[in-house]
C-alpha cells in the first residue's frame, strides 16, 4: 500500500510542507486530549510506520524517537480536561490539531488531517487541510502524528498513576473500563477527570 499518495497529491496542487495531523484521547473519562502534526520528509523510510491504534504499546514506544529524529519538525499539544467540559469533545479536538500544526517549528502550508471532521461548535482546523478517513492508515505523515499523539498522550497518564494512584491509570489510561468506573464510584471524580464525561457514575 503507498501511504504517499495523499502527501503526493498535495505536492501535486501547489502544497510544499504538507503534515499530518492526528488527535488521541477524544473518548477516555480522564485526561487532555492530545494531538499531534508531523512534517516528514518526502518517502521517508519508516519501518512499522502505521495506525497507532494497530500497533502494540512497545512498537509505538520504538518508533516515537525515531519520527521525532526523522521528521522535518514536529509539534505535540493538549487541551486540558476543564476546556474540554466548558467546550464539547469535538471542539477540543479540532483546536488542538490546530494548536499543534501552529506549533511546527517548519510552518504547514497544508494539512492531512485524520477523520471526516475538520470543526466543531467552538473551533476547528484553519490551516488548509484535506480530511482523511482512516488517515492514520492511509497516509505516513498523519500515522506518524498518530504515534505522537498516543504516545504523548500515554505518558502523561503514567505520570497522573503516579500523582493519583487510586484511580489505576497506568492500566487503562483514563478510558471507562470495568476497573476505572469502579474506583472512580469509590474514590469520586479526581482534578483531571472530564465532568462532561461521568454522567452515568
Known amino acids: ?117 475538520d470543526h466543531g461548535r467552538g473551533g476547528g482546523v484553519t490551516t488548509p487541510h484535506r480530511c482523511i478517513v482512516k488517515g492514520d492508515s492511509l497516509s505516513a505523515s498523519v500515522a506518524a502524528a498518530s504515534i505522537l499523539a498516543k504516545v504523548s498522550r500515554d505518558h502523561f497518564m503514567l505520570e497522573m498513576a503516579k500523582e493519583y494512584p487510586q484511580y489505576a491509570f497506568e492500566r487503562h489510561k483514563g478510558y471507562g473500563t470495568k476497573l476505572h468506573y469502579e474506583r472512580l464510584r469509590e474514590y469520586g471524580p479526581s482534578p483531571i477527570h472530564r465532568r462532561s464525561f461521568l454522567k452515568n457514575l
Open 1 to 117: 500500500m503507498d501511504l504517499w499518495q495523499y502527501e503526493r497529491q498535495a505536492l501535486g496542487e501547489g502544497h510544499v510542507h504538507i503534515c499530518g495531523c492526528d488527535e488521541a484521547g477524544a473518548g477516555p473519562l480522564a485526561g487532555p486530549v492530545y494531538a499531534a502534526a508531523v512534517i516528514l520528509p518526502m518517502g521517508a523510510d519508516i519501518p512499522g510506520l502505521n495506525d497507532s491504534k494497530k500497533l502494540t504499546e512497545k512498537r509505538r514506544e520504538a518508533l516515537f524517537p525515531v519520527i521525532q529524529t526523522t521528521a522535518l519538525a514536529w509539534s505535540v499539544a493538549s487541551i486540558s480536561p476543564q476546556e474540554i467540559d466548558e467546550t464539547d469533545i469535538l471542539t477540543a479536538r479540532m483546536r488542538c490539531m490546530q494548536l499543534a500544526i501552529d506549533g511546527l517549528s517548519l510552518p504547514a502550508d497544508f494539512a492531512l488531517v485524520d477523520g471526516n471532521r
